[in-house]
Structure formats: structure tokens, C-alpha cells
């Protein structure tokens, strides 16, 4: 038999008046301001990932924009022409000085060199810096991602490219006998991720690559942060939940009182913030209401919600005491953006006419267009600016993403919670059913993940 140890510590029953709430987690507009351009590229490319829903089969979905739009910024620096301007597009980014290089002078080595679109690229490098280096004072949230072209022996990289890509995006850059060796050139480039992860992620690629392949890039981002404040272990329960109406799966809930966390609801979704220490960054959680015909069908509520709703639905969140319950998960994630690029390529060849005047709606209105757009451009993506000679074939482009949602720094901590699944005057908010969430950097507004669940495991 199954003993629950349910420890008991309600702050609110002392009878104090609670202060104000605080404040809502809010951008730095400083930061803001230094990283526009990259943050643009971000929320773009985020808005434009949703509309890879699509097609895909898998239960579960997972990506990180922040890490698409490093590849995408890669292929930038060497594409030219007409797929410059393309990439620019997706990356919704202004049109500007885009077509010219402009020179970047690097000091360290007195260098000075080609740069295209060079705002892009030194705000992306900066603000991935930046959180990347979040995890060496605080030691509270660890984001890794890194990022790897892998070549054929063949291939000679041109100079400038290849320093471009070293100096911005610290991409390893490997030399492979696709031709003969694909199974030598599989373990190696799974046995390099398992390292730098920890295990965490143990294979990006699938399959040997084909013996054609030119080049592959890839890009893997791990993740994990302590909540503010943490669930306990005492508290999980197992649970059932529901897949569709019909079917439902084993998990284990996490539970926790969480007080005056960001908080919103209207006629469609409810939506929390868990925020991690410091309220550096939040999870937000969105649930389809029970009513709602969607509700099971995560991918189509997801596809509907327009951009503007869920920003609309951060402006408009209110601080709530809320009763949590979520299950444990640990996702995993790999895709490949080149079909999805090759689609876009396509799309971007035929007029569409959007109607909409204001930015985010426009997007809105692009992924719409691309959501019914169903012809693929057969055509092979080159990089002509690369390479010498031929140009570079992308034959893949990668990304791995892990996350781990746990009761993390729980053990040790003092439990802040209830019999909790009634808590008067707060809201609860059960996670039993497919959800959408996403991970903000707050002061930013980076989103760092952004994922659809409908089997928790
Ligand atoms: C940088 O290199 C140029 C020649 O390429 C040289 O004239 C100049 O003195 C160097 N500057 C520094 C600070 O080393
Ligand atoms: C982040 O911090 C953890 C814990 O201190 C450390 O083990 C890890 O190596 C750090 N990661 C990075 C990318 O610096
Ligand atoms: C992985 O780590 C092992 C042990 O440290 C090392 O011998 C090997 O060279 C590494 N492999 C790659 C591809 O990084
Ligand atoms: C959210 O609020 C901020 C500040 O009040 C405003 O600048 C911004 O336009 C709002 N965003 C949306 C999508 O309404
Ligand atoms: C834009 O307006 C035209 C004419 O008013 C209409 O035919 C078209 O469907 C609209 N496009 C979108 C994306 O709403
Ligand atoms: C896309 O298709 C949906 C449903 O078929 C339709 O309602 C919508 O107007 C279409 N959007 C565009 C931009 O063509
Ligand atoms: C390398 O690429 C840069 C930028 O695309 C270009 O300006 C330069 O001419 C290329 N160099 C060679 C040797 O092809």
C-alpha cells in the first residue's frame, strides 16, 4: 500500500493582508533595443515553426526557434542572390542593407572581411551568448547548443565563409568521406553529440548519411533550469492522461501551490507561467478549455491560435494564486528544417497577397498562406557563396532539441504545498489533457522552445 506523506505549510493562513502583487515579468527594453534585429529573426522564425505542425505525424512536437534561426543565420552567410533574399524573408527580417557585404572588422585579428547582413549575425552570436552565459554566474539554468557543419572531403570551403561561420556562430566544421565511409562518419558525429550533452542526446542523425552527401548542418540545443520554486517528489501522484477521448496514458503528476504566478483566461484557452529561479525565465502552459472542439487535437488548436492571440494574452495576464498539476516529461526532438526550407523556396516563388498592414498580423497571414501551400521545391538548395567552385549542396539540415520537465532541486527543498487539489481562492490548473507550451527568456522575450504535447513521457 502506498503511503502519501503530504506535509503541510500554508503561508496564508497566518491572516496577513498580502502586499501588492509583483510586478508581471517584463522586457528590459535596453535589451530589447540592443538585440532588436535578432529578436525579430526569432519571433519570425518561431511564428513560421508552428506552421511545420503540418505533416508532421509524430504525437509530439518540439523546437527551438532560437536554435532555427542560428542555422538559418549560417545559410545567410553563404547564400547569395535570389536565396539570400528568401532566407531574409523567412527570418522576417527588414530588406535594408541586405544585399550588399558589408566589411566587419575584427579587431582581435586585425582582420577585416565580407559580412552579410552583419546586424543579424553579431546580435544572434551576442544574445546567444548571453544566455548561454546566464548558467555560469547563476548556475541556474544550463542552455547549450551548438551547432556543426559536416562536408565532404570535396568540398573546398571558401575562406571567408568558413571564418564567418567560426567567428559568429562557433561552428565545428568537419571533413567526412561521405562517399565511402558513411557509417564511420554516422558514429562520429553521434559519439561528438553524446559527448558535448552528456548523453542527453545520443543520436542526431537517424540513419548513415547517403553516400551523395555534400554537407550537412546541424545544430542540437539542451536545456535544463531549476523552477523558482520547486515540486515535490512527496507530492507526485500517478495519473491518467487523456490522449483523445478515448485513450488515455499513465504519468506522473507533479503538483505544487504556486503563488501569484502570471495568469489569463478567455473563451478558448487558459494560460500560466511557471517561472524558473529568478523569473529569469517562465514556462508558459497553454490549455484549450473543455469545450472546446480542438481539445485532444492540439496540432489543429495550435495552428489556429494566431500570434497576436497568445501576445495579446501575455499583455493581458493577471497574478493568481494557482494550484499546478503537470506531468513529469522528458522530450526529444529531431527534424529536419531543409524540406520545410525547400517548401518555403517554393511558396516564396508564387504571388501571394497578404492584406494585413500591421507586422505581426502579416506573419499571421504568411503562415496561413504556407499552411495551404503543399508544393515542395524539388530544386537542391545551394550555397554559392561557400564553397569554391561548385557551391555547397545542403543535404540536410538538423536539429535536436531535449528538455527535461522534472521537480528539479526538489529533494532538498521545503515543501510550499497543500492537499492542493483544492486550494480556496486560487485557481487550478490541471495539465491532464494535450497542451501547448513554450519557454521564455522574459527580459528578451526570446522564446527559447515551443512545443505541443499530446503524449507526456
Ligand atoms: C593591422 O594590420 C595592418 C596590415 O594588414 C598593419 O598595418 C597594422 O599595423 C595592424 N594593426 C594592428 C593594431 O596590429
Ligand atoms: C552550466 O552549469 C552547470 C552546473 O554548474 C555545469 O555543470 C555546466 O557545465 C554548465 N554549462 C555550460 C554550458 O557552461
Ligand atoms: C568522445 O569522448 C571520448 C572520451 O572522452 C573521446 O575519446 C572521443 O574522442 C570523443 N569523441 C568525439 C567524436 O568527440
Ligand atoms: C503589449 O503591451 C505593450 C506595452 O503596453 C505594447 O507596447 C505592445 O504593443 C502590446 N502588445 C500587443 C500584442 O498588444
Ligand atoms: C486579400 O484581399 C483580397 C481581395 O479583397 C481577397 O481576395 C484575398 O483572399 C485576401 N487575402 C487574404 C490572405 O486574406
Ligand atoms: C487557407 O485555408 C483555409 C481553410 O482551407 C482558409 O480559411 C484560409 O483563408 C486560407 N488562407 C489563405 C491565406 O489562403
Ligand atoms: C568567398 O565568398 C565571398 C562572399 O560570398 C566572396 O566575396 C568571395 O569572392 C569568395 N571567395 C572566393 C575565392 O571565391
Known amino acids: 500500500m502506498r503511503v502519501h506523506v503530504i506535509l503541510l505549510f500554508c503561508a496564508y493562513v497566518s491572516g496577513q493582508e498580502p502586499g501588492p502583487p509583483p510586478p508581471l515579468p517584463a522586457a528590459n527594453e535596453a535589451l530589447v533595443e540592443q538585440y532588436k534585429l535578432a529578436l525579430e529573426a526569432v519571433f519570425g522564425v518561431g511564428i513560421r515553426l508552428q506552421a511545420f505542425l503540418e505533416g508532421e505525424e509524430r504525437e509530439n512536437f518540439l523546437v527551438s526557434p532560437i536554435s532555427a534561426t542560428v542555422i538559418l543565420g549560417q545559410l545567410i552567410l553563404g547564400a547569395e542572390g535570389e536565396f539570400r533574399k528568401q532566407l531574409v524573408e523567412l527570418l522576417a527580417l527588414p530588406k535594408g542593407h541586405l544585399y550588399e557585404n558589408e566589411n566587419y572588422y575584427e579587431k582581435k585579428k586585425n582582420v577585416t572581411f ?12 551576442s544574445l546567444v551568448k548571453k544566455l548561454e552565459a546566464a548558467n555560469d554566474t547563476k548556475k541556474h539554468f544550463t542552455l547549450k547548443q551548438k551547432s556543426a557543419l559536416f562536408i565532404d572531403h570535396s568540398v573546398k ?40 550533452t552528456r548523453g542527453l542526446i545520443t543520436s542526431i542523425l537517424p540513419e548513415p548519411p547517403s553516400p551523395t552527401t555534400l554537407s550537412i548542418f546541424a545544430n542540437y540545443i539542451y536545456f535544463k533550469a531549476d ?20 485513450e488515455t496514458i499513465p504519468v506522473t503528476y507533479m503538483l505544487n501551490f504556486l503563488e501569484q504566478i502570471p495568469y489569463f483566461e478567455s473563451p478558448e484557452f487558459r494560460l500560466i507561467s511557471i517561472p524558473y529561479v529568478d523569473q529569469e525565465l517562465g514556462m508558459y502552459l497553454i490549455l484549450p478549455n473543455n469545450d472546446n472542439p480542438h481539445k485532444y487535437d492540439i496540432k489543429t488548436f495550435a495552428q489556429n491560435l494566431k500570434s497576436r492571440q497568445i501576445l495579446d494574452s501575455l499583455n493581458q495576464t493577471r497574478r493568481k494564486d494557482v494550484v499546478v498539476k503537470i506531468p513529469k516529461m522528458s522530450l526529444r526532438y529531431s527534424f529536419s528544417l531543409l524540406n520545410q ?23 499571421d497571414d504568411r503562415v496561413d498562406a504556407f499552411n495551404n501551400f503543399t508544393k515542395v521545391d524539388e530544386k537542391d538548395v545551394f550555397l554559392t557563396g561557400a564553397a569554391l567552385g561548385a557551391g555547397l549542396r545542403v543535404d540536410d539540415m538538423i536539429q535536436q532539441v531535449a528538455i527535461t ?53
Request: charge should be positive.
Open 227 to 246: 523552477w523558482e520554486l520547486p515540486f515535490s517528489h512527496e507530492l507526485n501522484r500517478d495519473g491518467l492522461f487523456s490522449v483523445t477521448t478515448t
Open 341 to 363: 526550407l525547400k517548401k518555403y523556396r517554393a511558396f516564396k516563388k508564387t504571388n501571394i497577397k497578404i492584406n494585413s498592414t500591421n507586422v505581426v498580423d502579416k506573419l
Open 114 to 125: 565580407q559580412l552579410p547582413y552583419s546586424t543579424l549575425h553579431l546580435q544572434l552570436a
Open 405 to 457: 520537465v522534472n521537480e528539479k532541486g526538489t529533494e532538498a527543498a521545503a515543501v510550499t504545498a497543500a492537499t492542493i487539489d483544492y486550494m480556496g481562492g486560487s485557481k487550478n490548473f490541471v495539465v491532464d489533457r494535450p497542451f501547448i507550451f513554450f519557454i521564455r527568456h522574459e527580459a528578451s522575450g526570446a522564446t527559447l522552445f515551443w512545443g505541443t504535447v499530446s503524449k507526456p513521457k
Open 157 to 196: 570551403l571558401n575562406k571567408t565563409f568558413k571564418m564567418n561561420l567560426q567567428n559568429f556562430y562557433n561552428t565545428k566544421i568537419k571533413m567526412f568521406d561521405f562517399q565511402n565511409k558513411q557509417t564511420e562518419a554516422l558514429s562520429w558525429i553521434n559519439t561528438w553529440v553524446s559527448n558535448n
